[in-house]
């Protein structure tokens, strides 16, 4: 039995307790949704589909509400960059009002003003902040000041718990201990860390930088936990919470063009129709049988 504080982020695992097979969630534990393609930055080791592509907020609504009665935990927008959605603020409210899940949001943090903060205060439990390197690197990657992605931050902090995420590469690698250190001066709750993947013509991460990360991973004594994504992890130890929860049982993804995937990196899915979320996944399973 798996116990979940969406305010807090609080997990409690009563494994005691034998719970069965027909009782289990349906859903996923975690769904991320990527709400638009559209974004305003063109960062080079971007894997996002360029293709234009938006969900419609009725529909995502109605999908959130069959997450939530089939024991979806949490869901996590993206894109794209979700700030350029228009109905945000509304599909969060949503969620937070008619729903028991946990919402997140991954971001560049560029479009949040106080007026976007005032908008989502109450209705986003937790916000991702990409940030891949500091400085000169930062501003290389991803185009933008530095300094103003510091004063996001700032707003950021004052009104939701957050995180900070590092794309891992040749470039950005020589500037984790740096990231670490903004990621605790900022007062986030974590830092994640997602080695390249391959996309776009890109080959992603190679063995020798990943092997430096799990290095670096080993020597980091700082103040904010580190998480890793999933697969990436090699022979590191790691806390496996729910160990007997994988594969769709925990995540699953779906796209702005409405199709249902294991991840975001996959290119084999379902689109979701008029039967539901949770007919998709269905159909998902049933091909990996097949």
Known sequence: MHLFDRRTGLNVLIDEVDVPAAQWARAPRQVSIALTNACDL??????APKAAAVLDAAQLCEWLDELDAQGCLGIGFGGGEPTLY????????HAAEHTG??????????RFTPQLTDELAGAINFVRV??????ATYEELRGRPFAELVQRLTWIGQTFRFG??????????PDLDAVADLAASTGAAELLLLPERPARGRPGSSQNTVAALHQWITNYRGPVALTLGEGDTGSLPIAQPLPRE????TY????????????SYHSAGEPVDDRGILAALDRL?????E
Do not use: E
Request: charged share 20%; net charge positive.
């Open 42 to 47: 063109a960062c080079p080791f971007c894997y």
């Open 86 to 93: 228009r109905r945000l603020p509304q599909v969060c409210r």
């Open 101 to 110: 899940l946990a919402v997140t949001m991954t971001t560049h943090a560029h």
């Open 130 to 135: 990409s940030v891949d390197g500091v400085g």
């Open 164 to 173: 900070l995420n590092c794309v891992v590469n040749t470039r950005t690698l």
């Open 246 to 249: 994988t594969g769709l049982r």
């Open 252 to 263: 699953a993804h779906i796209d702005a063009a409405g199709t249902l995937r294991r991840t």
């Open 285 to 289: 399973q049933q091909k990996d049988v």
